[in-house]
């Protein structure tokens, strides 16, 4: 049975140096090699050095591999404890290992001509779209995803954005402003979903009395435009109220039209 291997705790004492490969994740070549070390709960004392690629523009991590460029330096017999340790010229993978060391996903391919034109046409690039653009904009567009997801809006209002200054913004900076606007829409809705619970509070009982006396009147209920309009709530958060109501147990309703109705069993909040 193979010996599990705790997370990196410490850094190793040898100096860093340039790994000379790019990454394959973003494609910088600001790429090191650092030693770490790790430990092995299994056995007292039991600890290694190994290498990792890590790329300082995107953040990525590579773990070495054992290589038989080197020799060990001590026998196996003479450390019983001691993992053995890669040589200085051991190769690293080139796919990210995750936190609980699985592999991570394989190089992305790179985005063609085509979607990079795509991209500076969406975000109203205002110059000769020329092979230098397309190779300049080449990894930004890749980073971007596909069309029309979160992702792509996000390297779009970016990339609007930097017209100005006359430079591609890092792409480090699509994932950073995808971020800012997902949290943005939770609180949206956070703040959305609050209102219409408040809304719902008011409007509970004339709801109620509203859809009764249509079905009185017509034989049918009304529709949720219809009582939104009726009870003097527009916009975005009248679908939000009635939602909120049907959660409540308030109102009840189908896919068929007009099945808008009360329910017999709901009971006013004491307030």
Partial sequence: MSARVDEVTTRSSRARRPFGKPCRSCGSTSTWVEWRREVDGSRPGGAGEWPYAV???????????????????????????????????????????????????????????????????????NRAITPEVLEAHRWFATHAGKPGLPRWKAAVALLNGAQGRGEVPHVREIYGEEKRRRE????????????AGALADDHAEPAREHVARVWAETGAGPTWRELASALGVQGPLASAMIDMLHRRGVLASTKEPRSLAVTPDWTPTPS
Avoid: F, I, N, W
């Fill in 55 to 125: 790329c300082q523009t995107c953040g990525h991590v590579a773990k070495g591999r054992l290589t038989q460029s080197r020799p060990p330096e001590q026998p196996a017999a003479a450390t019983p404890s001691a993992e053995a340790a890669p040589s200085a010229e051991a190769d690293t993978d080139d796919q990210v290992v995750a936190g609980d060391g699985r592999r991570g996903r394989p190089q992305r391919p790179k985005a063609s001509d085509e979607r990079v034109e795509e991209l500076l046409q969406a975000a109203g690039y």
């Fill in 184 to 195: 943005a829409k939770r609180a949206r809705a956070a703040a959305m979903r609050k209102q």
